[in-house]
């Protein structure tokens, strides 16, 4: 792909990462990155018009490629870091994904360890078999995979046992609703499953310290959301490290 391949807008994309913290709020494990647009005069917004004037597949999977090339370049900036990047079923469901990527991540110079493809469960569900070898695949080169937004579609806890995942993320709606019963209970119950099948977890949303204490007693590994940090430049992550957290032992 080529960096200047026009994606059908004037505004330019460019990636800011939220960051992801121990679940004490003590240390900075990962970033996740999510895309914005950077408009001519410099200030920049939500992506949904640069994303709306794209007009064909070739656009939309141009712009995917300049995203993955992207977060794999920023990645080397914080090499104790995860680096977290969303991945459409289009993308993914293609035969040489795996191939492409990891030939990305070997150009690029990232240590394969250090990037994380987060997969929505439409994208698993469209091809099973093939999203499964896709993702043993990727990690046997060491990319690691999350199950991203869980709770907000089929979620079936079958996933967590039939596919290679490293990760499970609760989508921000299970995290909302933690202060009822019922939903405190789901959280509490997909949390110890997750961790019995040997995978980490991250809340998505996380708002109050209300959120956060309860999600620490739940067994949730990390966190992510407004309380620590909203999404920030590639500069105010450094300054973040800078100042607010100790940096991550490695591993």
């Known amino acids: 792909m080529s960096d200047a391949a026009a994606i059908g807008s004037a505004e330019q994309p460019t990636l ?7 679940a004490d709020g003590g240390r900075f494990v990962g970033l996740e990155a999510l895309l914005r647009a950077r408009r001519p005069d410099g200030s920049v917004t939500g992506p949904q018009d640069m994303l709306a004037a794209i007009a064909t597949p070739e656009e939309a999977d141009a712009l995917d490629w300049r995203i993955l090339r992207q977060a794999c ?4 900036r914080w090499p104790d870091l995860s680096v977290a990047v969303n991945i459409g079923a289009r993308q993914f469901q293609h035969p040489d994904f795996s191939a492409r990527m990891i030939a990305l991540i070997a150009e690029v110079g990232v240590a394969p360890t250090q990037i994380e493809l987060e997969l929505l469960e439409g994208t698993i ?5 093939r999203a499964s070898a896709t993702m043993e695949a990727l990690r046997a080169h ?9 709770g907000t579609g089929y979620s079936s806890l079958s996933y967590l046992q039939k596919l290679p995942l490293d990760k499970l993320k609760l ?25 019995a099948l040997g995978l980490k977890v991250v809340a998505e949303g996380v708002e109050t310290r209300e959120q956060q204490r309860f999600l620490r ?29 100790p940096r991550p032992e490695p591993g």
């Not at 800011?16 to 121990?22: A, E, G, K, N, S």
């Not at 060491?142 to 869980?150: C, E, N, P, S, T």
């Not at 009822?180 to 949390?191: D, F, G, H, R, S």
């Not at 007693?217 to 957290?245: K, M, N």
């Open 125 to 129: 569900i469209e091809d099973f078999g």
């Open 142 to 150: 060491g990319v690691r995979i999350a199950l991203d937004d869980f």
């Open 73 to 76: 370049s920023d990645a080397r």
């Open 16 to 22: 800011f990462y939220q960051p992801q913290v121990t």
């Open 171 to 195: 989508d921000k709606s299970m995290v909302e609703g933690v202060g009822n019963l019922k939903a405190a209970a789901i959280v509490q119950a997909v949390t110890a499953l997750s961790r």
């Open 217 to 245: 007693i739940s067994g949730c590994h990390y966190l992510q959301g407004y309380l620590f940090s909203p999404a920030v430049s590639v500069e105010a992550v450094d300054e973040l490290l800078r100042q607010r957290w």
